[in-house]
């Protein structure tokens, strides 16, 4: 599996976002806020990783539905820590700054991941996808037989459900956004399953038409573009590009977690430096690049600690996957 590949699409997905959040909301003119309009898409890029990644590592480590409750641990384990000491670094900057502090019952709901599906705002707009994506452990954890069955038919027939519920519940729910999850779970059928090209191709199309109508145009194309890249871009070399690549995969998610607060206030901030002040483009280059170093501190100190923790968390036994 190109590991690589996925830790350098995770950076660039987590870069595409926090460029767009930097590039709109930072009073800047319409040509520099321009180069960040599609940077939300990075979204996009990050579910249909999930999709691949997560039923290879349980393949990995022979998932049955017994481990059901220990995966789901461990992916919490894993994510929820940093989430959490993202909330009450947000608090805390709300309380500096002056700004009002959402109510508990907002903060509460925040918590569990509830504030989609109870109609409240997230103080950190981002953290709308981890809710998706905690729904998406549940989803696999459940599904993870029939997804890796030797039945094609079945395979199939485990997703439709997704599909159709996107048509009649609202988007605070996974199966609008299942799409791109999809198109990972169908790529690690071709990749470890062995899925025949002729119906990868296929259902790969045929999912891409499904986020297209659902989703939209390019949602659909940046999923597809993300399917191909870890097809086809092979990231086996060691040079400069890849490891930087490949850092900033590893930072990937304590970037989009701290980048809505502290990115926009190291803009802030740069208004008052000397030169940068009066330069978007400085401004821009200052906020990125604090937003940067932010993410690698708060990766070593309070997101490698809940990967380790994680990782201590076993189910099932190593092997490699079944190949059928």
């Known amino acids: ?44 890029i990050f579910f ?3 999709g691949y990644i997560l039923p290879y590592s349980m393949a990995m480590r022979s998932y049955r539905l017994a481990d059901y409750g220990r995966f ?55 953290f709308w996808t981890l809710a998706i ?22 395979f199939v ?6 599909f159709a519920l996107a048509f009649v519940i609202p988007s605070s729910f ?29 259902l790969t199309i045929a ?12 949602q659909s194309i940046t999923a597809l573009c993300t399917v191909l890249f870890i097809l086809f871009i092979p990231a086996e070399k060691n040079n400069r590009l890849t490891s930087a690549g490949v850092w900033l995969g590893s930072v990937s998610y304590s970037l989009y977690l701290i980048h809505w ?15 940068a002040g009066n330069y978007e483009w400085l401004r821009l280059t200052f906020g990125l690049g604090m937003s940067l170093f932010l993410a690698w501190l708060f990766y070593t100190f309070i997101e490698k600690p809940s990967i380790n923790l994680s990782n201590k968390l076993k189910y099932g036994r190593k092997r490699s996957p079944v190949k059928t």
């Open 157 to 162: 027939l485990s997703l439709l459900p997704m």
């Open 1 to 44: 599996m190109p590991l690589k590949n996925i830790n350098i699409l995770r950076g660039i997905a987590a870069l595409a976002v926090t460029w767009f959040h930097l590039t709109n909301n930072s009073s800047l003119g319409k040509s520099v806020a321009a180069t960040g309009q599609y940077g939300y898409l990075g979204v996009e």
């Open 261 to 275: 607060d502290w990115g926009r206030v190291m803009i802030a901030v740069s208004r008052h430096l000397p030169l």
């Open 72 to 126: 789901n641990a461990k992916r919490l384990l894993r994510i929820y820590p940093p989430y959490v000491i993202t909330i009450i670094l947000g608090i805390a900057l709300m309380m500096v700054t002056k700004v009002p502090v959402p109510d508990s019952r907002i903060l509460l709901s925040e918590f569990a991941y509830l504030n989609s599906i109870l109609g409240y705002f997230w103080t950190v707009p981002v």
């Open 48 to 50: 249909v990783i999930s």
């Open 174 to 202: 996974l199966p609008n956004w299942f799409g791109m999850f999809a198109l990972g779970i169908v790529l690690f059928r071709k990749t470890e399953l062995k899925l025949q090209p002729a119906l990868f191709w296929s």
């Open 133 to 154: 994506e905690v729904q998406f452990y549940i989803f696999i954890s459940l599904f993870y037989p029939l997804i890796t069955s030797r039945s094609n038919t079945v």
């Open 207 to 218: 999912v891409a038409a499904f986020i297209m109508y659902v989703n939209g145009r390019y």
